[in-house]
């Protein structure tokens, strides 16, 4: 009976660890594997890639600062601004989007390639103009 009891001691310490090791026991933490929504403005900017050839990104400047969950690959970060928005083919005509208030929809992830040039990246599922 008490091994039982040490191995589910040991289940549960390993849970909670790997609970606070990816921050989402933290409150106010937004995660890299749920769909998120928010507002701000988008704006275009040039970078360079790693074959130092300009390259063209769509960024969201965000209304109200964010902090971002530890995920396997990076983070936590604390009052992020900017976000690389990722346009899938589901969206068309981007461009009408440059220089508005949008309220967008879809899933943080943290930068690991060449083409990604801001910490925190959005896969856009859906965007809409908001009101002004």
Do not use: C
């Not at 965000?62 to 936590?76: M, N, Q, R, Y």
């Not at 910490?119 to 859906?126: A, F, S």
């Amino acid at each position: 009976m008490i091994n039982i009891l040490n191995k589910l001691k040991y289940i549960w310490f390993l849970f909670i660890f790997n609970f606070l090791l990816y921050g989402f026991a933290i409150a106010g933490y937004k995660t890299t594997n749920e769909e998120v929504v928010l507002t701000g403005k988008v704006g275009v900017r040039k970078f360079f890639d790693a074959n130092n050839k300009i390259e063209k990104a769509f960024i969201l400047t965000l209304d109200t600062p964010i902090s971002v969950a530890k995920d396997e690959f990076d983070g936590p970060v604390n009052n992020v601004t900017e976000i690389q928005l990722v346009f899938l083919s589901n969206i068309s005509d981007r461009k009408k989007y440059l220089n508005h208030e949008v309220e967008v929809k879809g899933v943080l992830f943290y930068a690991i390639t060449a083409h990604h040039h801001i910490k925190v990246l959005m896969d856009v599922k859906t965007i809409r103009t908001l009101q002004q």
